[in-house]
């Protein structure tokens, strides 16, 4: 029954993205009697849904950045059970994430700045999302490895931040982030509104991803710890060379759920301003060009849908080759 249904579907939806569906025209006229998907829409659309305002003689840029996002991805990689200790790990983010931003941003060198104002579209929605996924994955582990302190002034601190940040909304962490910081810095002092939405997409994950990190610490055996004791290990080296690369590996499918939540809550940003790939679709339906075709609005967010699902399910399959890789 249920493959007969699934064949259903797949005819249905060939019918629809291909047999049927307008290739050639300029507006949404020519979608008008047509029972198939409107890809012109998103034809006359393809750089703003890339780039966004990003200027046409600049986006080789972000390509660059795409490559050294396919290359950086490779070399972890590459680094087999080594991605298990901290510092590699780090550091790799930290390089790559530094390199990308100059590259994008500009402003040494040759190379002009472009502000971030007109960064759009799906480079914007990667950008979040990598930015968010290279600060609160250290972050989150450096703040569980806290909240474990035998220290109790740091323990009690550290998890008070964990609770309040995992008790607010995401809506509320950017509202305070947009409205109510520019209130507290002095006057004529500007503050870039993506960078503070970044810094609240890090707070708000962060804490989320401390908490999957603290299960992994508290999953290690103390029999472990003892062990590494025992034989002259100091207590961070026994922390960075035992029980952190166990712990991360314990959590990766943990930590994969979270992120795959992560590129999906990108979408929020449309509600204080930020152009991201959903919204340049919201605001091309609204043309009075294309409010005439019924079947605009399904392709809009058909291809929406299917750029999530290709970013997530990627991720998924990505992270299910390092589990297999890191517990050999």
């Not at 290739?23 to 020519?30: F, I, L, V």
């Not at 947009?178 to 939405?197: A, H, Q, S």
């Not at 509600?271 to 919204?279: K, Q, T």
Request: aromatic share 8%; with cysteine; hydrophobic share 55%.
């Amino acid at each position: 029954m249920i493959v007969a249904v699934s064949a259903i579907a797949l005819v249905e939806l060939v019918r629809w993205a291909l047999i049927d569906a307008v290739w050639t025209g300029t507006s949404g006229k020519d979608c008008v009697g047509h029972n198939g998907a409107c890809w012109i829409f998103l034809g006359a659309r393809t750089q703003t849904l890339m780039f966004g305002a990003y200027p046409a003689t600049e986006q080789w840029r972000v390509v660059a950045a795409l490559v050294l996002v396919a290359a950086g991805s490779l070399a972890l990689r590459m680094m087999g059970r080594h991605l298990l200790r901290l510092y590699p790990l780090v550091l790799t983010l930290a390089a790559s994430s530094l390199a990308i931003g100059i590259l994008i941003y500009g402003g040494i060198g040759d190379l002009p700045v472009v502000p971030t104002s007109h960064w759009g579209g799906a480079m914007l929605t990667i950008i979040i999302a990598a930015w968010t996924i290279a600060t609160a994955l250290p972050l989150g582990l450096l703040l569980a490895l806290a909240r474990r302190s035998e220290l109790p002034l740091i323990s009690l601190m550290t998890g008070a931040c964990i609770d309040l940040m995992r008790s607010l909304p995401l809506v509320g962490i950017l509202f305070l982030m947009i409205v109510m910081f520019p209130l507290f810095v002095p006057p004529g002092v500007e503050t870039d509104k993506l960078m503070r939405v970044m810094v609240a997409f890090t707070l708000f994950n962060a804490a989320n991803f401390a908490e999957v990190f603290r299960g992994g610490l508290a999953a290690i055996p103390n029999g472990q710890i003892e062990a590494g004791r025992s034989l002259g290990l100091s207590k961070w080296q026994v922390t960075g060379l035992l029980v952190v690369p166990q712990a991360i590996t314990i959590t990766i499918p943990a930590l994969v759920n979270l992120c795959v939540a992560l590129i999906k809550e990108t979408t929020i940003v449309l509600i204080v301003g930020l152009i991201d790939v959903v919204a340049v679709l919201q605001i091309g339906m609204s043309d009075p060009d294309w409010l005439t075709a019924p079947s605009v609005r399904t392709t809009a967010y058909v291809f929406a849908a299917a750029v999530f699902w290709a970013i997530c399910f990627g991720l998924s399959r990505y992270s299910r080759t390092l589990e297999r890789r890191t517990r050999r």
